[in-house]
């Protein structure tokens, strides 16, 4: 029998570049989905200031539960041998949705 | 807060964000070249917190901003109450990416590929704030206690 402990791994510096990475947009991409959805259902920033509205500090603090949340488990998940493409996936993921979630901020402020 | 306090904390607030954007460039552009250098990591993270001390010196003028000036600004200028409030959520989008970059470069600076993801997210934090700036600029022109 394998002794408690003996799955666990060390994650390489790749893994962690990919994990952090990942978490930081996973960041962005929570904060605009919420932004969205809130407009969505009639909360805008520009209309409701008066009325109740979602706190700054809790969105930015959900968002960064959900980047946590994506980072630890690509950290998990990822793998020495698979880390590589997976930063060349992530660069090339970036612009396109950090662009797109900063359209969504102009189109529902 | 009165309204000099918050003119004070606004002005700062403005010129250590453009000064924050300015040390974003350095990590950026020395990036681009082969290698990964202590002094780049070092650079990164002084320049994510130097984006990150505006923000939050933003959190504490927002209360005023939002009881004071937000109310007539959306009467009389309802276009630059909405750039303001892209302004805010894009000065998130510019510290998560600016801090995701210095920690990617502390932790995968030594692989090439984690060097140019960082390199990307440094120029997205980049971009980000400059329309953050600009943006701010043209609320600043406008907003102020007793609007």
């Known amino acids: ?109 | 807060m009165n309204g000099q306090a918050y003119a004070v904390l606004v002005g700062l607030h403005g010129h250590l964000a453009w000064l924050g954007l300015v040390a974003l460039v350095h990590p950026l552009l020395s990036l681009g070249s082969a290698g990964l250098r202590r002094g780049t990591v070092v650079s990164a993270w002084a320049a994510a917190l130097l984006v990150a001390l505006p923000f939050g010196l933003g959190w504490s003028v927002y209360p005023t901003y939002r009881s004071q000036v937000k109310p007539g600004l959306l009467v009389e200028v309802p276009a630059v109450a909405l750039a303001f409030e892209t302004k805010e959520h894009l000065a998130f989008f510019t510290v998560s990416l600016a801090v995701a970059a210095a920690v990617t470069l502390t932790f995968g600076g030594g692989a090439d590929g984690a060097r140019r993801l960082a390199r990307t997210l440094l120029a997205l934090a980049l971009a980000c704030g400059l329309v953050t700036a600009v943006l701010g600029g043209i609320v600043a022109a406008t907003a102020h206690p007793g609007f």
């Open chain 1, 1 to 109: 029998m394998k002794p408690l402990g003996a799955r666990a791994r060390v994650l390489d510096r790749s893994s962690w570049a990919v994990a952090v990475a990942a978490a930081g947009l996973a960041m962005v991409v929570s904060y605009a989905g919420q932004r969205v959805a809130a407009a969505l259902v009639g909360e805008s920033g520009g209309v409701l200031w008066h009325s109740v509205h979602t706190p700054y500090f809790w969105r930015v603090g959900v968002a960064a539960l959900h980047g946590s949340v994506v980072g630890v488990t690509v950290a998990l998940l990822v793998t020495p041998d698979r880390s590589p493409s997976a930063l060349g996936w992530l660069r090339c993921l970036a612009a396109p949705v950090v662009v797109l979630c900063g359209v969504a901020m102009a189109v529902w402020p």
